[in-house]
């Protein structure tokens, strides 16, 4: 006798299920508009970051603490 095949599905992350969630909510233009919001508040805090750094070395380079 054989054992039955065992089928294992992945439970998916809070990601995922937030994203089917959003999905069921809204219509596709929303998700695109949203999701373009969230990675252009990302861009802006990295561009914040580099800001800042630059800031740093150009101090350091004029001989400021």
Do not use: C, Y
């Not at 373009?36 to 805090?45: K, Y």
């Amino acid at each position: 006798m054989q054992a039955a095949p065992v089928r294992a599905t992945p439970i998916p992350s809070f990601t995922d299920a937030l994203r089917a969630v959003e999905s069921l909510l809204m219509s596709g233009g929303q998700r695109t508009a949203r999701r373009n919001a969230w990675n252009s508040v990302l861009e802006d805090r990295r561009r914040a970051k580099d800001r800042v750094e630059a800031q740093r070395v150009l101090e350091r380079a004029a001989g400021r603490p």
